[in-house]
């Protein structure tokens, strides 16, 4: 099922293949876990959120029309979903989990360790910067640099013009620049 | 160009997506400082693109098949209602129904009072297209109506039916809503039982389809 595309599968699991649509999890998990965890900063709760996102989906199947791609739908309930739970911490008073925690992917484990130390401390401190953004700023640079997403499609996600997203990133990454600079990771 | 849109276009250029490549390539071969700028954005671009996706416990694909499995689609009955056109016989009657029920439950303090009393709408879309023309004739902010809210749309018009989709989908609220209306229990009651925050997205969210000139 690897060569079908996304709205077929979901037109079979519409007609009940639940096989389908665990080839879109499959497919889309671990980016929808990257977009989660970057947003939220928590390995666990970004899990949750992921796996509240695909069964939304599955709940709104039948509401689903391919006018625009299968992933800006699913990455539009991940950002709805992850604002949720910024605003739910905020609400409570919560802040995000500490970058440090999150036991984010570090690479191959039976590398030497100072060198798996270094990717630590690297991502931590890559991570502590990104959490320092406001989430509009986030979400835009998490879906350009690690989603890959064009303007048009981060546009369509967000649900903002291309234009805002051209100047949201260009800030966000001056900020980043000047949040990396302050926690020294100008040296990373 | 000034600083912010130096940057700016060099961020554009950095990802393929300035309006005009050759003139910002000009403009790096002309000015060192824009070509050492350019180059500590390249720098921060592959920092962050260092971090790679978590990986994914095989569990995750188990937990999530489990969920669905008890998971009961919303079927397109519901979401037939917001987008047939009223016009069309059978869905015109639940339309009404519901969309006058939720006018009665919670529209009442936004529907301008001289619409809702005059009679002139016959039906909730109605109602809210000239509840939304008689604001925007007074000069009100339709775009402030969505403050505060998940829904941070720069231009009204940018809104569509798959940003709505998208936001019901993430409202708890919104499957209870459903849930509760196909397991037929009194709309009134339910609506009733919303929050605030809820009802003021709800809210928002019809307002935001009346402006699309989606049907409810």
């Known amino acids: 099922m690897s060569g079908v595309d996304d709205w077929t599968l979901v037109a079979h699991a519409r007609a009940g293949d639940t096989d389908a649509f665990a080839e879109l999890v499959r497919r889309y998990q ?14 666990q709760d970004a899990e949750e959120i992921a796996q509240d996102t695909f069964v939304r989906v599955y709940r709104h199947l039948h509401r689903l029309e391919p006018r625009a791609k299968f992933s800006t739908l699913l990455f539009g309930i991940a950002r709805n979903l992850t604002l ?68 048009e499609g981060i546009a369509r996600v967000v649900k903002c013009r291309k234009g805002t997203v051209k100047s949201r990133l260009a800030r966000a990454r001056e900020q980043l620049h000047a949040q990396l600079a302050a926690l020294g990771g100008d040296r990373l | 160009m000034n600083d912010k849109d130096v940057w700016e276009e060099l961020s554009a250029y950095l990802d393929g997506e300035a309006a005009d490549p050759e003139k910002i390539a000009r403009l790096l071969e002309a000015h060192p400082e824009y070509a050492r700028r350019f180059d500590e954005l390249r720098r921060l671009s592959q920092q962050v693109k260092t971090l790679a996706p978590p990986d994914v416990h095989p569990a995750f694909l188990t937990r999530v098949m489990a969920e669905v499995a008890e998971t009961r689609p919303v079927q397109p009955s519901w979401f037939a209602r917001f987008r047939a056109p009223l016009a069309a016989a059978g869905a015109a009657a639940l339309v009404v129904l519901v969309g006058a029920a939720v006018l009665r439950a919670v529209f009442a303090p936004e529907v301008p009072v001289e619409i809702a009393a005059n009679g002139r709408a016959a039906t909730a879309e109605e109602a809210l297209l000239e509840a939304l023309e008689a604001r925007a004739a007074a000069g009100e902010d339709i775009e402030a109506w969505a403050e505060d809210s998940l829904f941070d749309f720069d231009d009204a018009a940018d809104v569509s039916a798959d940003d709505l989709i998208t936001g019901l989908a993430a409202e708890d609220w919104f499957d209870k809503l459903v849930l509760a209306w196909e397991a037929d229990e009194d709309l009134d009651t339910m609506i009733g039982a ?3 925050y809820e009802r003021a997205t709800f809210n928002e969210l019809l307002q935001e389809y009346g402006e699309e000139g989606m049907t409810i």
């Open chain 1, 84 to 151: 949720n739970f910024l605003r739910d911490a905020k609400r409570r008073g919560r802040g995000v989990t500490d970058p440090m925690d999150t036991r984010p992917h570090l690479g191959d484990e039976t590398q030497r360790p100072d060198r798996a130390a270094r990717l630590r401390e690297i991502e931590a401190t890559l991570m502590r910067a990104i959490q320092r953004l406001s989430p509009e700023h986030r979400e835009v640079l998490v879906l350009r640099e690690l989603n890959g997403m064009d303007y």
């Open chain 1, 30 to 43: 671990r980016p929808v876990m990257q977009f989660c965890l970057r947003m939220v900063g928590s390995a």
């Open chain 2, 194 to 196: 919303l929050n605030d």
